[in-house]
C-alpha cells in the first residue's frame, strides 16, 4: 500500500493537549528553558504544519515568522522530501561513513554543495565533511583547523578568534566558539585557546557622530589588535556569522567583512564562515559569503540544507585547507555516527532540487527580498521602533523607549517578552532577543504572505507599545 504522508486533519488533531503537557512536565527536559517555569504554565504543543503556517493542539493556526528554528525553507508539509525520505529508509536506512565505505546520497549531496558554493578569487570548494548540526560542525573546525596547523608544523596556531554574543552551537566547543555569556556561565566556558572580539552591533558599539562604515572599519581591526596581542603564530583562524541570528539579526556594515579578510590575509589565518542560517537562500545567494564579500576556508552548514525535515550538517572545506589535510594529515581521527548519513543526505538532495527547479533563490533576491525590506524599513516609522532593517528574509528591530532621546528600555521590563507574548497570542511566531525582536521566514513567502505577516506585526507592536504605556515603562 502506497503511504499516506498528508492524514486527514480530523486525525491530527486528536490530541489530549493537558496530557501531553503532564507528560512533556514529567519527562522531557527542553532546550534553553527553565523546565521549573515551563512545568507551571505548560508546554505549547505544536501538532500540524502546512506552508508557512502551524497549528497547536488547541486548534490554533500561527504564522511561522521563525521557519521553526531558522531552517523551515521551503515551508510545512512538502511531500517529496517525505517521499524521499520513506524511499531511502526502505532501501538503506543507515550504514556508517567509517571503514573505507559511502554511500550514494552522501557522496552525491558532497558533489551538489560544492557545485552550488561559489569560487571566490582563488578560493574553491570541493570536499565537505558531514554531521548532524551546526554544533557539531563548529567542533569540527576546532578540530580540523587545529590538525590543518599542526599538519604543516605549526601546532603552536591554536587560538580560534570569535564575536561577543555570537552564536555557533550548544556543544562544549561550540559555546565556547560562540560569545554568549549565558551560556558560558554554565560549565566553565570557554574552553581554552578561544577568545572574542566586539560585534558589529552600530546601535550599541558605535562612538557618538561615527558613521556606519567607520563603525565597521574599528570593529574590524579589533581582529588585528587582539591577533598582535596574542601573537600572529598562536592565532589559527577567525569564526564569524555573516549576519549574527541569535544574537538579534545583527547586520554588520558593508565595510565590516572585506576589512575582516584583509585582516586574515595579512596574517595568514584562516577564515570560517558560520553559515549554519545564512546559507541556503536566507540572503539570496546559495551562500552568504558571496554576497557579503569574503572568501572562507571553511563554511559551517546545516538547518537550511535540508529545510529542517531531518537534522544534517557539516563543513565546507576550501582548497587549501582540504589539500593539506589530504596530503600531509594522514588519518583525521574525528568524525561522528550519523556522518553521511544516507536518509538526512536523501532528504537534502530533494530539498536542494526542490529550491532550484522553484527558483527559491532567485526570488528571494531579486523580488520577495527586497519586499520584504520595504515593508520591514516602514516600521521605523512606529513610535515603539528605534531602529528596523533587513537582509534578504533575516530582520530585526530594536523596541525603544523613547526615539527622540534614543533612551533604551530597562531590561528589568522585559519588553522584548512582553511583545513576543503579545505575537504568540495573536498567532505570531516572532522572536525576542532583550529588546530587540527578529524574524526569518520561510522562503517561499509571498507578498501576500509578507502582507499578512507585517499586519501581525504591527498589531502587536501596538499591543506592546500599550502595555509598556499602561505599566509606565514609556
Known amino acids: ?185 554554565q560549565g566553565d566556558l570557554p574552553i581554552p585557546g578561544i577568545v572574542h572580539i566586539d560585534q558589529p552591533y552600530f546601535s550599541n558599539n558605535a562612538l557618538a557622530g561615527e558613521s556606519e562604515h567607520d563603525f565597521g572599519l574599528r570593529l574590524a581591526r579589533q581582529l588585528e589588535e587582539k591577533i598582535l596581542e596574542l601573537g600572529a603564530h ?41 553559515e549554519v542560517i545564512c546559507a541556503f537562500g536566507r540572503l539570496g545567494s546559495w551562500f552568504a559569503y558571496e554576497q557579503l564579500g569574503y572568501k572562507p576556508d571553511l563554511v559551517t552548514f546545516a538547518k537550511g540544507v535540508t529545510s529542517g525535515y531531518a537534522p544534517l550538517g557539516g563543513v565546507m572545506v576550501g582548497d587549501r585547507v582540504a589539500k593539506v589535510l589530504i596530503e600531509k594529515g594522514g588519518e583525521f581521527n574525528h568524525g561522528y555516527t550519523y556522518s553521511g548519513h544516507p536518509v538526512a543526505c536523501q532528504v537534502a538532495l530533494a530539498n536542494l532540487e526542490w529550491m532550484e527547479r522553484e527558483h527559491v533563490v532567485e526570488r528571494i533576491k531579486d523580488d520577495t527580498g527586497p519586499y520584504l525590506s520595504e515593508c520591514f524599513a516602514a516600521l521605523n516609522e512606529h513610535p515603539l521602533v528605534g531602529d528596523a532593517r533587513s537582509y534578504g528574509f533575516m530582520a530585526g528591530l530594536l523596541l525603544m523607549k523613547n526615539k527622540a532621546t534614543g533612551e533604551r528600555f530597562s531590561p528589568d521590563t522585559g519588553v522584548g517578552m512582553a511583545c513576543r507574548a503579545h505575537c504568540f497570542g495573536n498567532g505570531l511566531v516572532m522572536r525576542a532577543v532583550g529588546d530587540r525582536m527578529i524574524i526569518a521566514p520561510p522562503l517561499v513567502m509571498t507578498r501576500a504572505d509578507i502582507d499578512d505577516m507585517m499586519k501581525l506585526i504591527i498589531q502587536c507592536l501596538d499591543l506592546t507599545l500599550s502595555e509598556a504605556k499602561n505599566k509606565g515603562w514609556c
Open 234 to 274: 598562536r592565532v589559527a583562524a577567525f569564526i564569524g556569522e555573516p549576519i549574527q541570528g541569535a544574537g538579534g539579526v545583527i547586520i554588520p556594515p558593508a565595510s565590516y567583512w572585506p576589512e575582516i579578510q584583509r585582516i586574515v590575509d595579512k596574517y595568514g589565518i584562516l577564515l570560517i564562515s558560520d
Open 1 to 185: 500500500m502506497k503511504p499516506s504522508f498528508n492524514p486527514p486533519v480530523a486525525e491530527r488533531r486528536q490530541i489530549d493537549t493537558r496530557s501531553i503537557q503532564a507528560l512533556d512536565s514529567a519527562h522531557y527536559m527542553h532546550p534553553f528553558t527553565d523546565t521549573r517555569e515551563l512545568g507551571l504554565r505548560g508546554a505549547r504543543v505544536i501538532v500540524r504544519g502546512e506552508g508557512i503556517y502551524v497549528w497547536d493542539s488547541e486548534g490554533k493556526k500561527i504564522l511561522d515568522a521563525m521557519s521553526g528554528l531558522w531552517c523551515v525553507n521551503i515551508g510545512y508539509g512538502r511531500s517529496e522530501l517525505a517521499q524521499a525520505a520513506y524511499m531511502q529508509m526502505m532501501e538503506l536506512p543507515y550504514y556508517n561513513s567509517f571503514f573505507n565505505t559511502t554511500n550514494v546520497p552522501a557522496v552525491k549531496l558532497a558533489a551538489k554543495l560544492c557545485e552550488l558554493a561559489p569560487r571566490v578569487g582563488d578560493r574553491s570548494f570541493t570536499h565537505v565533511f558531514f554531521s548532524s548540526s551546526g554544533s557539531e560542525s563548529n567542533d569540527t573546525n576546532i578540530r580540523m583547523v587545529r590538525h590543518y596547523w599542526a599538519s604543516l608544523g605549526q601546532s603552536e596556531r591554536k587560538i580560534i578568534i570569535s564575536r561577543k554574543n555570537g552564536y555557533h552551537g550548544s556543544t562544549i566547543g561550540g559555546a565556547s566558539l560562540g560569545g554568549m555569556q549565558g551560556m558560558h556561565e
